[in-house]
């Protein structure tokens, strides 16, 4: 990894998650195996006895059928070990992009260029007697598979806040300044251009926009005078969503400060 790191010039490295395979239970496997091969022995043994003896070799039927039974299973849970056994995975931050390493595998190093953006996503969950929060994160690179980092991996929320630090920093500028340029701006789910904020079709303008908010994992476009958010998404839906919510603020409180004009795009915002 350090080496591919240095390879593409990526800088010095900021963190460091990376996975843990469980451990097979291999009990499950011998286990059977050890109490079902003598069961066929025995079987087999009672089968020849009764044969000779009785001239009826179904008499170790029964061990038969058992110790078959258990020597299948040993042999289902080795074909599940060696068939579905994770690789272990590690990802790496850096000061100018990111590296995946699969063991066994050459890593694949990506530069903040390379990558269209972030998207994350915290969920509380709750027993009733206790409660955690569980992490995502969707790294998406133009070319190659994305990139997920969850809390399989040792120190995913650490890594996830510091990632999307790292991200905005270097994004937020060069998105501000295609927004100043009059560009629309796509976030996935939603967007912002010059004239407002919105999601699919539906744009509200930055006069009438109240605030901008994440609450409980869903990201609130308020209205003002509205009681209820004008728009409501689920935050994985909003690509580069800390670079979403700094532009969105800033730029409505410069809409908001600007006395309106008659050749001001339209302002007029529809409703969901």
């Given at each position: 990894?350090?080496?591919?790191?240095?390879d593409?010039?990526?800088?010095?490295?900021q963190?460091l998650?990376w996975?843990?395979?469980?451990?097979?239970?291999?009990?499950?496997?011998?286990?059977p195996a050890?109490?079902?091969l003598?069961?066929?022995?025995?079987?087999?043994?009672?089968?020849?006895e009764?044969?000779r003896?009785?001239?009826?070799?179904?008499?170790?039927?029964?061990?038969?059928i058992?110790?078959?039974?258990?020597?299948?299973?040993?042999?289902?849970?080795?074909?599940?070990?060696?068939?579905?056994?994770q690789a272990q995975?590690?990802?790496?931050?850096?000061?100018?992009?990111?590296?995946?390493e699969?063991?066994?595998?050459?890593?694949?190093?990506y530069?903040?260029?390379?990558?269209?953006g972030i998207?994350?996503?915290?969920?509380?969950?709750?027993?009733?007697?206790?409660?955690?929060?569980?992490?995502?994160?969707?790294?998406?690179?133009?070319e190659?598979?994305e990139?997920?980092?969850?809390?399989?991996?040792?120190?995913?929320?650490?890594?996830t806040?510091?990632?999307?630090?790292?991200?905005?920093?270097?994004?937020?500028?060069?998105?501000?300044?295609?927004?100043k340029?009059g560009?629309?701006?796509?976030?996935?789910?939603a967007?912002?251009?010059?004239?407002?904020v919105?999601?699919?079709?539906?744009?509200l303008?930055?006069?009438?926009v109240?605030r901008?908010?994440?609450?409980?994992?869903?990201?609130?476009?308020?209205?003002h005078?509205?009681?209820?958010?004008?728009?409501?998404?689920?935050?994985?839906?909003?690509?580069?969503?800390?670079?979403?919510?700094?532009?969105?603020t800033?730029?409505r409180r410069?809409?908001?400060g600007?006395?309106?004009?008659?050749?001001d795009?339209?302002?007029?915002?529809?409703?969901?």
């Open positions: 990894m350090r080496r591919v790191a240095r593409f010039e990526l800088g010095s490295r963190g998650v996975t843990e395979p469980k451990r097979f239970p291999w009990i499950v496997v011998l286990l050890l109490v079902g003598p069961v066929v022995w025995l079987g087999i043994s009672a089968a020849v009764g044969r003896s009785h001239g009826a070799w179904y008499y170790g039927l029964p061990l038969l058992l110790g078959a039974v258990l020597v299948a299973a040993a042999g289902y849970f080795l074909v599940l070990a060696l068939t579905r056994r995975i590690w990802v790496g931050l850096y000061q100018q992009g990111i590296v995946r699969v063991a066994g595998q050459v890593p694949e190093a530069s903040w260029d390379e990558i269209d998207r994350r996503r915290s969920t509380n969950v709750t027993n009733g007697i206790t409660s955690a929060t569980t992490h995502e994160l969707w790294v998406c690179p133009r190659g598979a990139i997920v980092v969850t809390d399989a991996y040792k120190g995913a929320a650490l890594f806040d510091e990632l999307d630090r790292t991200f905005t920093r270097i994004r937020l500028p060069q998105d501000s300044d295609r927004l340029a560009e629309r701006v796509d976030f996935f789910g967007h912002l251009d010059p004239a407002g919105g999601y699919l079709d539906h744009r303008g930055w006069r009438e109240d901008v908010t994440v609450k409980q994992g869903w990201l609130e476009i308020h209205r005078g509205d009681g209820k958010p004008w728009a409501r998404l689920p935050v994985e839906m909003v690509q580069n969503l800390s670079v979403f919510l700094a532009l969105a800033r730029t410069e809409k908001a600007r006395r309106p004009r008659s050749d795009p339209g302002d007029t915002g529809r409703g969901a």
